[in-house]
């Protein structure tokens, strides 16, 4: 740690992931559900975003493929993140996005247009007070009016629990000698040792010997950045709001819809405690004292106008939606915070079947007399949970899907290739949702297999064998060529039959 890295961890590169959260039909539906104006750009797919610490920059990557009427700056202080994500970037033809190896004070710097859009993931929990500061003249100055910004931290008070863990992963890696995986992977070994023997804080807290266990599955990548970094913290969220209040931000609301749903978190009891709060940067704050939440996204606007509530329900009845999974596949419950919520049939299999034929508007689906007789409330609930479920998504207006189709094919074309080597991205781009849709490694070795004409069981398999994988079935291990792919014969079938009607059907393949 330190010199050029500033206290972040260096040495070893973040996760290559790519985060749903700031896709702009998403974003506009958070919006709209609390009561705020989307920005028209935003709306229409012609918006300027920014991405600063964007690691990988595969999120930026993925939407500008998506998105060739938009622009995008995306920014991390680390070469290898950068050169990276660049030769992405030009294999995919992107010329509405620059991959900037800047720190803070550098694209601080940088004149450039009005943003309509920031994405602040992680970094505001990563970096020091000094480059907060950074990024809020940086969000003062260049952030148009109604602009949005999303902004995802480590939430006091659930944060506690970890804060001794931290330490003990710090100062046992810093203690250590060799490569930092070899560190990070003794340090949990340690943790876990320690935890074994109970008493203090172990016996004291909930859950520490299930994190510990989590972190023995995680890759040192992911354990580095999210524990090691100089600069570690977790904040109430009353003091974010307060912090970004200086550059004229303004919460919004949760940017995962459900989770705008007070009473999936609390009893009508508690919740009739965090109302008495007169500041709703307080009453927020409370709610999380209530629920021991851990993690934040949030959405912040500048100068952002507010609905009446004639013109919000028309912005939501013309939203479309589109099924991300086949709709016998709807699950019948979902876990929430306060036990497990059930999923009526009534409402979900006529809901499924209407948006398994094709994306339907809020409206179109209220006038179907099932989901009629289940009133509009109900119906709009039900797409909330779906959309933060991952199981349905809001998609983008059909104006602009030619463009968006064959810019997501280029950007597509390029990461089936790199799918030959390894299982990131992960995701292609959906002119449809305008967002990523996640494929593994093997479902992308078929496409890529179908595209060159190639057999695609063979096709996959001399690309997984390459890399030492193996398959099994059932509990057991396929062994030699010839198990192997007739294995993956079999899941090609499968595939075909319910996964490709799914990706062809949002433009995704």
């Known amino acids: 740690m330190g010199g050029w890295t500033e206290g972040y961890v260096g040495g070893i590169d973040y996760i290559r992931a790519v985060y749903r959260d700031w896709s702009p039909a998403l974003l506009s539906l958070a919006l709209t559900l609390r009561g705020w104006r989307p920005p028209e750009a935003l709306r229409r797919g012609c918006f300027t ?33 950068i050169a990276g994500v660049r030769r992405l970037a ?39 007070a000094e480059n907060r500061a950074i990024l809020l003249d940086t969000l003062r100055r260049r952030l148009a009016p109604g602009g949005v910004v999303f902004v995802s931290y480590n939430a006091l008070p659930g944060t506690l629990a970890h804060m001794p863990l931290r330490r003990l992963l710090v100062e046992r890696c810093a203690d250590g000698d060799g490569p930092l995986p070899d560190r990070i992977a003794r340090a949990v070994e340690f943790a876990s040792r320690m935890a074994a023997r109970g008493g203090g804080w172990f016996g004291a807290t909930d859950g520490v010997v299930e994190r510990i266990e989590q972190l023995r599955h995680k890759s040192p990548n992911y354990i580095a950045h999210e524990y090691l970094n100089g600069d570690w913290t977790a904040f109430y969220h009353a003091d974010v709001a307060r912090e970004l209040a200086a550059a004229k931000l303004e919460f919004a609301g949760a940017a995962v819809p459900m989770e705008q749903l007070h009473d999936l978190s609390l009893s009508p009891a508690k919740q009739a405690l965090a109302d008495e709060a007169r ?45 991300l999974v086949a709709a016998d596949d709807l ?179």
């Open 279 to 323: 500041d709703p940067a307080q009453a927020e704050t409370l709610r999380d004292v209530m629920t021991n939440r851990s993690f934040r996204r949030d959405l912040f606007v500048k100068g952002g106008e507010r609905l009446g509530p004639a013109e919000r329900r028309a912005l939501l009845g013309e939203t479309r939606f589109a099924l």
């Open 90 to 128: 030009d294999d995919a033809g992107l010329d509405n996005a620059d991959f900037l190896e800047e720190s803070f004070a550098d694209y601080a710097r940088r004149e450039g247009p009005m943003l309509d859009v920031v994405a602040l993931h992680g970094v505001w929990s990563w970096v020091s």
């Open 331 to 509: 699950p019948e419950v979902a876990s929430t915070p306060i036990g497990r919520l059930p999923f009526p049939q009534a409402l979900y299999q006529p809901l499924g079947e209407a948006l398994a034929e094709e994306p339907q508007s809020l409206d179109a689906l209220l006038a179907r007399p099932a989901l009629a007789a289940q009133g509009e409330d109900a119906v709009l609930r039900a797409l909330v949970l779906l959309t933060s479920l991952t199981l349905a998504a809001p998609i983008m207006p059909e104006d602009g899907f030619a463009e968006r189709k064959a810019s997501s094919e280029r950007f597509n074309a390029a990461v089936l290739q790199r799918h030959r080597f390894g299982d990131t991205p992960g995701q292609l781009a959906s002119p449809l949702l305008g967002a990523g849709v996640p494929v593994s490694r093997i479902e992308a070795l078929f496409l890529l297999a179908a595209r060159l004409g190639e057999d695609p069981a063979a096709f996959a398999w001399r690309h997984l064998s390459a890399d030492g994988i193996t398959l099994g079935r059932d509990g057991e291990r396929c062994e030699g060529d010839e198990a192997s792919r007739t294995e993956l014969t079999r899941r090609h079938a499968a595939f075909v039959q319910r996964r490709l009607p799914l990706l062809e059907g949002l433009g995704a393949a």
């Open 49 to 81: 975003m920014a991405e600063p610490g964007c690691g990988h920059g595969l999120t930026s990557a993925l939407l500008a493929g998506a998105h060739p009427a938009a622009r995008f700056e995306a920014m991390d202080f680390n070469p290898s993140h």
